[in-house]
T-cell receptor, first 113, second 115 residues
Framework: QQQVKQSPQSLIVQKGGISIINCAYE??????FPWYQQFPGKGPALLIA?????SEKKEGRFTISFNKSAKQFSLHIMDSQPGDSATYFC????????????FGTGTLLAVQP | DTGVSQDPRHKITKRGQNVTFRCDPI?????LYWYRQTLGQGPEFLTY????????KSRLLSDRFSAERPKGSFSTLEIQRTEQGDSAMYLC???FGDGRDTEAFFGQGTRLTVV
């Protein structure tokens, strides 16, 4: 019940295209869903996050779509750029004592010029 | 403020040796987390501090692992009698809040290689 399942494992997109990464969760107590971006040799950096009271959140080229009934959420990267090439992790946590993050297994995105 | 700082960035050690990592969180962040990340996987939670109190430890944290956060500032993670399976990236993260705000900022990690 603590798992967050992420797909695909890897993704190749042409410059200017749309990158879509999907995640699913089981624990309905999760109430915070962030996406992290990680470059090689670096720690994860928060990209965008959503709470289940909204179905969509957009920040620049990045959009999270959230489907509470299906227990799924996805990251859309519009107009993908070579600089977006990185590993993306979805995560989930529940408000409470620790707010620890449960991460998906990651998606390696390569944006070809 | 330069963000979450971890030291060292890389550590190579022989099996059976003890190692200690340090994490300096963002100033005034009361929450501090340690995660472990192996190749091709997402970070896995190890332990959590609220100020100086260690409030949660994962089952992943065997008795060879110990973490401290004296005075609620920097934190150390020690691994005793290292094993090859301990080879991983150890990430520290910090955040500020009383329960709902969970935006966590990660350091660049310490990559441990046990040979």
């Amino acid at each position: 019940q603590q798992q967050v399942k992420q797909s695909p494992q890897s993704l190749i997109v042409q410059k200017g295209g749309i990158s879509i990464i999907n995640c699913a969760y089981e624990n309905t107590a999760f109430d915070y869903f962030p996406w992290y971006q990680q470059f090689p040799g670096k720690g994860p950096a928060l990209l965008i996050a959503i709470r289940p009271d909204v179905s969509e959140k957009k920040e620049g080229r990045f959009t999270i779509s959230f489907n509470k009934s299906a227990k799924q959420f996805s990251l859309h990267i519009m107009d993908s750029q070579p600089g977006d090439s990185a590993t993306y992790f979805c995560a989930a946590s529940m408000s409470g004592a620790t707010n620890k993050l449960i991460f998906g297994t990651g998606t390696l995105l390569a944006v070809q010029p | 403020d330069t963000g979450v700082s971890q030291d060292p960035r890389h550590k190579i050690t022989k099996r059976g040796q003890n190692v200690t990592f340090r994490c300096d969180p963002i100033s005034e962040h009361n929450r501090l987390y340690w995660y472990r990340q192996t190749l091709g996987q997402g970070p896995e939670f190890l332990t959590y501090f609220q100020n100086e109190a260690q409030l949660e430890k994962s089952r992943l944290l065997s008795d060879r692992f110990s973490a401290e956060r004296p005075k609620g500032s920097f934190s150390t993670l020690e691994i005793q009698r290292t094993e090859q399976g301990d080879s991983a990236m150890y990430l520290c993260a910090s955040s500020f809040g009383d329960g709902r705000d969970t935006e966590a900022f990660f350091g660049q990690g310490t990559r441990l290689t046990v040979v």
